[in-house]
């Protein structure tokens, strides 16, 4: 069964950065293109980032295209999410995900507050 957990969220202000990382296991990772969404209160889930199996191709939503980073270790089993420049809008909970297979990790708080 393919597990995902994320990691890294926590309270940072305006401007600051943060690193999220989300373990795979329990599939072959490196086979499998791989998607950073967020959620944020009151709002519905918003797709974030892709990037393919290889990690050579990486496509961003508007919102956060030019601050944010998608990228993978496939010999780690792990996906990250880069975010820099934080606005208090990129206040969410984090969810990395597995489009092919539907798996959704349990999500880790980002909190961007002075």
């Known amino acids: 069964q393919a597990q995902l957990v994320e990691s890294g969220g926590g309270l940072v202000q305006p401007g600051g950065s943060l690193g999220l990382s989300c373990a795979a296991s329990?599939?072959?990772?490196?086979?499998?293109?791989m998607r950073w969404y967020r959620q944020a209160p009151g709002k519905e889930r918003e797709w974030v980032a892709s990037?393919?199996?290889?990690?050579?191709?990486?496509t961003y939503a508007d919102s956060v295209k030019g601050r944010f980073t998608i990228s993978r270790d496939n010999a780690k089993n792990t996906l990250f999410l880069q975010m820099n420049s934080l606005k208090s809008e990129d206040t969410a909970v984090y969810y990395c995900n597995v489009p092919l297979i539907g798996s959704w990790g349990q999500g880790t708080q980002v909190t961007v507050s002075s």
């Open positions: 329990g599939f072959t990772f490196s086979r499998y293109p």
């Open positions: 990037v393919t199996s290889n990690g050579g191709t990486t």
